[in-house]
């Protein structure tokens, strides 16, 4: 039977690897390994941030379904998960890092300590190793290892005999062996010994979920990364020369640039974003490639770690993200709204056993949602016929299905629960705020359910400068895209039992469980 090996990298953009033809950021490991794999190009995600993100990953379903809707929402109990599914068929899904799905306070007591925090663990999951937001375990494990830490153990972000802001780039005081991600590698390759030791090793196959937190902020990285990339190096940011003029283009871009704080991204640093110049914005992508970099290498030491274990050959490896990152392009960072730098994000998959697909790159659109039916059809579980995503199973194979899909959706709400900050800047209520979008190679419509939509002529305007929503010349194909996007969300209504049709012979299900 087949290993499974599940990797996500937060916040990892899909444009920054060498694979991508990205002409500076360097990935040799991933790169490798998508020459021996199949590299999907134009994936992405269905939601931001993480949570969402992650639930459409998990279920397989988008966030009109699933309605994980932000970091905190529950995880309804009634869907099926990635990792259920694969228990089910006889494996033990094991975590190395975190998953962020927030438990159905249904499901459990109401002094319950899971309903305190928005990182619970998935459905399915078995825990080996957590590491939350405070990442007390990575800390520990440093202050083990001999390094002293800071009497504020989150000062372990600061740049080492440097300011905090504005950002200088330097490294913090902790070695590239010592980072968050060389330590979850480190837990991993432990565990696996441990497991290909046993006397079950050959009879029982083993899932594993490793979930880095890199190369998401804080902007920081240890030397040789932190020099590995001149600030001047690169290309122009994407957009709006100025915040103002980003701001100009919707209402919620306004209140994004507005909210944005410097300590969201850089350790210790006050004030918000907006005031950030251009040099500094290139220094902080300079170190985010560098996270990038450092992220690869330790990819590339858990490939080494399973050849020296003797299961490369029967291990499936899915390397993918959560989300992108703006970093900088269109006066942003982080994960949020409607441009392609928060949703377009890396899939490469090694099926061992598919040798036809191996060193293949994918120009189709793929997404998110998809992930879960690949990895169950893959290892013979079966998968809910309701679920939104389609196994990637032909493209391994070498082929491409005649009715693939001719665009990507994805979805982002930025309610404020707790807070109502959103709602009141915007004069929302509470679901009227969020988005959905329809993108394909030509043509992307932003559809906001209580604001004004967008419209941009890709081919014409690739790096979305132009809002031409209102603009006569554009009426039919703002009207097209439109009722496309009613279409896909008319397909994809919550399908769960609309399959089935009680008769005189019993329950007929048109969406029986696939194999």
């Not at 001149?230 to 209402?251: K, L, Q």
């Not at 006050?270 to 970099?293: L, N, P, Q």
């Not at 056993?353 to 659109?365: I, L, P, Q, S, T």
């Amino acid at each position: 039977m087949l290993n499974v090996l599940l990797i996500t990298a937060d916040q990892w953009r899909g444009d920054c690897l060498g694979a991508a033809g990205h002409p500076h950021v360097k990935t040799p490991n991933i790169d490798a390994l998508a020459r021996q794999a199949v590299y999907f190009k134009n994936h992405f995600c269905q939601a931001a941030p993480c949570s969402p993100a992650r639930a459409c990953l998990y279920t397989g379903l988008y966030q009109m379904t699933n309605r994980v809707v932000r970091n905190g929402t529950p995880l309804d109990a009634r869907h099926d998960t990635i990792a259920l599914a694969a228990r089910r068929a006889g494996y033990d899904p094991t975590l190395f890092g975190y998953t962020d799905q927030s438990v159905d306070p249904r499901t459990v007591s109401g002094d319950d300590p899971w309903l305190r925090t928005y990182e619970g663990i998935l459905p399915g999951m078995s825990v080996r190793v957590r590491v939350p937001e405070d990442h007390g375990p990575w800390l520990s494990w440093l202050e083990k290892g001999g390094r002293k830490l800071p009497e504020r153990r989150q000062d372990v972000w600061l740049p080492d005999g440097a300011p905090a802001d504005p950002p200088s780039g330097k490294p913090p005081h902790y070695g590239a062996e010592e980072t968050e991600t060389a330590f979850l590698v480190g837990e991993f390759l432990r565990w696996l010994g441990e497991v290909e030791a046993s006397p079950a090793a050959t009879a029982r196959p083993w899932f594993a979920h490793v979930s880095f937190i890199r190369p998401h902020p804080p902007f920081i990285v240890p030397e040789p990364y932190a020099s590995m990339y001149d600030p001047a190096e690169g290309p122009a940011f994407r957009g709006a020369a100025s915040p103002d003029e980003a701001a100009a283009v919707h209402p919620f871009l306004a209140y994004s640039i507005d909210k944005q704080d410097k300590a969201d991204f850089i350790w210790g640093a006050e004030g918000k974003t907006r005031d950030w110049d251009e040099a500094t914005r290139r220094r902080i992508r300079a170190t985010y490639w560098g996270m990038v970099s450092e992220v690869d290498a330790q990819i590339g030491r858990m490939i080494e770690g399973l050849k020296a274990q003797g299961v490369w050959d029967n291990t499936l490896v899915v390397l993918t993200s959560d989300h992108g990152e703006m970093m900088g392009d269109h006066q942003l960072f982080s994960k949020l709204g409607f441009y392609d730098q928060s949703f377009h994000i890396p899939l490469v998959v090694r099926d061992p056993r598919k040798e036809a697909g191996h060193g293949r790159v994918v120009e189709a659109f793929t997404e998110s949602v998809d992930v879960m039916p690949t990895v169950l059809e893959a290892i013979g579980a079966g998968y809910p016929g309701w679920i939104d995503g389609r196994p990637l199973t032909a493209f391994l194979d070498g082929e491409t299905p005649a009715d693939w899909r001719d665009a990507v959706h994805w979805e982002y709400d930025f309610r404020e629960v707790a807070s109502g900050a959103a709602e009141a800047a915007l004069g929302l209520p509470i679901d009227a705020s969020g988005m959905a979008v329809i993108r394909d190679a030509d043509v992307k419509y932003v559809h906001f359910s209580g604001l004004p939509p967008l419209l941009f002529d890709l081919a014409d305007d690739p790096n979305e400068t132009r809002n031409v929503a209102d603009d006569p010349a554009y009426a039919s194909v703002r009207l097209h895209y439109a009722e496309k996007m009613l279409a896909w969300r008319a397909r994809h209504l919550d399908k769960r039992l609309t399959g089935i049709e009680l008769t005189e012979e019993g329950p007929v299900d048109a969406r029986a469980d696939q194999s």
